[in-house]
């Protein structure tokens, strides 16, 4: 079955970018019957959606981070990123990869186990 | 971007049906997945669709819709059913979460 797995610097230093990777293993990120998400959520909060990327390269951002954050494919490694710009104590979470189905059912069918980052000098 | 309003808590005694909403505009249009998350580990998708539950999830699990509302239902809840709860939605810019509720199985 298909699992994801993120991966990337634990710590990151106030005004810096956050960059992670997820890899997805079990399936192809080409498939088109998906979108692959970011998720995070800090410490004792909920969840909230970073944005998102189709196979084709189409995105879609959170309007309250869309400044900051870029998403990214790169199909021949199964792998999808995140950057983060301009970091502060705020963006400190866990990040979550995800994936969703592309159809209008929707929902997020599987997530990687998720990775702490907490930004500070 | 819209939003997804949650109860913040909920309770339920053991073996009984307890109800958990979502409201919010986006819910006329699309679709609300629900997703059962326990403490320190990854959210796990319930529901999705009009009333989907993935292999693996207990049919005491079911969703329903009514105008900007959306319900996830246990019936005959168990112990280990409780968690904390996250629906969520497409709307225009993507998708969006609503606040979460925490279940209590007394």
């Known amino acids: 079955q298909v699992q994801l797995q993120e991966s990337g610097p634990g710590l990151v230093k106030p005004s810096q970018t956050l960059s992670l990777t997820c890899t997805v293993s079990g399936g192809s990120i080409s498939s088109g019957s998906y979108y692959w998400s970011w998720i995070r959520q800090p410490a004792g909060k909920g969840l909230e959606w970073i944005g998102r990327?189709?196979?084709?390269?189409?995105?879609n951002y959170n309007p309250s981070l869309k400044s900051r954050v870029t998403i990214s494919v790169d199909t021949s490694k199964n792998q999808f990123s995140l950057k983060l710009s301009s970091v502060t104590a705020a963006d400190t979470a866990v990040y979550y990869c995800a994936r969703e189905y592309f159809d209008w059912l929707g929902g997020m069918d599987v997530w990687g186990q998720g990775t702490t980052v907490t930004v500070s000098s | 971007s819209s939003e997804l309003t949650q109860d913040p808590a909920v309770s339920v005694a053991l073996g009984q049906t307890v109800r958990i909403t979502c409201q919010g505009d986006?819910?006329?249009?699309?679709?609300a997945s629900w997703y059962q998350q326990k403490p320190g580990q990854a959210p796990v998708l319930v529901i999705y669709?009009?009333?989907n539950r993935p292999s693996g999830i207990p049919d005491r699990f079911s969703g329903s819709s009514s105008g900007n509302t959306a319900s996830l239902t246990i019936t005959g809840a168990q112990a280990e059913d409780e968690a904390d709860y996250y629906c969520?939605?497409?709307?225009?810019?993507?998708?969006?979460f609503g606040g979460g509720t925490k279940l209590t199985v007394l």
């Open positions: 669709g009009k009333n």
């Open positions: 990327i189709y196979t084709s390269g189409s995105t």
């Open positions: 986006s819910l006329r249009s699309y679709y």
């Open positions: 969520n939605s497409r709307d225009s810019s993507g998708v969006v």
